[in-house]
């Protein structure tokens, strides 16, 4: 139903085009400013490993390994926590629920300096983390879309962006 959208990479879905990059960011944690991380300059996610996250169900597994791998490099697993059953599905709760969780110390939050502009918390500081590649998005469409619409919204897409616009191969 969709012609195009924004979505973060990877992508990986079959008949998918990856079109131009539009974000690339850099990873951070989100900790409670009690939290022994929080006054550190930057941290490895291996550090991460000694703290809980949360699960993001409805992420599909591709997103979910990105944002916050079961595994550290050196095997290590990090520890994934569950919503609770009152906010599973409810993107507001969830949300609330996690800055609360981190606020407090309870969890870490592997993210993007996004975050903080969107969901911005006053009890909640952001340390780089200095060994993840950066977050990247991209226009993504189905690869039988032949639409004109799609194709000229790409093309300006990539006009706009200039030399920062990279993509995958683009049969239009």
């Known amino acids: 139903e969709l012609d195009l959208m924004a ?3 990877p992508h990986g879905q079959p008949g998918v085009v990856l079109g131009p990059i539009l974000t690339s960011q850099p990873r951070v944690l989100a900790v409670g400013p ?15 490993a000694d703290y809980a996250v949360m699960l993001w169900e409805m992420v599909p597994r ?5 944002w916050t791998p079961t595994t550290t490099p050196s095997g290590r697993p990090i520890r994934h926590e569950r919503f609770s059953e009152r906010s599973r599905g ?5 949300t609330s629920e996690l800055m609360h969780l981190v606020a407090t110390g309870k969890i870490v939050h592997p993210t993007v300096p996004a975050f903080a502009r969107y ?15 950066p977050l990247r998005s991209a226009l993504i469409w189905r690869r039988r879309n032949t ?3 799609r194709r000229e919204f ?8 200039g030399g920062t616009a990279r993509s995958g191969a683009d049969p239009a």
């Open 34 to 48: 009690e939290h022994p991380l929080a006054q550190r300059a930057g941290i490895s996610i291996e550090d991460v």
């Open 90 to 94: 409810d993107r507001a709760r969830m």
């Open 154 to 161: 790409v093309r300006i897409a990539r006009e706009v962006l």
């Open 119 to 133: 969901f911005g918390h006053p009890d909640i500081v952001y340390v780089p983390i200095t060994d993840l590649p």
């Open 147 to 149: 639409d004109p619409r």
């Open 62 to 66: 591709e997103f979910r390994e990105i």
């Open 7 to 9: 979505s973060w990479l």
